[in-house]
Nanobody
Framework: VQLQASGGGLVQAGGSLRLSCAAS????????MGWFRQAPGKEREFVAS????????YYADSVKGRFTISRDNAKNTIYLQMNSLKPGDTAVYYC?????????????????WGQGTQVTVSS
């Protein structure tokens, strides 16, 4: 499966952005999906994950209550709605996919990765 992330940009603190990740293939609903991010000089970290049906989601503590992951299987797309953005959210955001049930927060479990989209939050 090929993944294409989009929707990044520059936003002021307190603002919102919605990231999208479009996937190729006809079995999109069989993939659990995740969002990860990597800030300059830091390791890649988990942000959110969603099951193939969309019925289960999981968030990093740092974004819980501010970010929402969702998916539209008819459009082969997942989304990350980011509200109340903080300068600490500045990073390149990557979407990822892997087969299997439920959710996963471990990057090594993901087989497919998008190219990343830059999110910059100014103070």
């Amino acid at each position: 499966v090929q993944l294409q992330a989009s929707g990044g940009g520059l936003v002021q603190a307190g603002g919102s952005l919605r990231l999208s990740c479009a996937a190729s293939g006809r079995t999109f609903s069989s993939y659990r999906m995740g969002w990860f991010r990597q800030a300059p000089g830091k390791e890649r970290e988990f942000v959110a994950s969603i099951s193939g049906s969309g019925g289960s989601t999981y968030y990093a503590d740092s974004v819980k209550g501010r970010f929402t992951i969702s998916r539209d299987n008819a459009k082969n797309t997942i989304y990350l709605q980011m509200n109340s953005l903080k300068p600490g959210d500045t990073a390149v955001y990557y979407c990822a996919a892997t087969t299997g049930w439920g959710i996963s927060r471990r990057d090594y479990e993901y087989d497919y990765w998008g190219q990343g989209t830059q999110v910059t939050v100014s103070s």
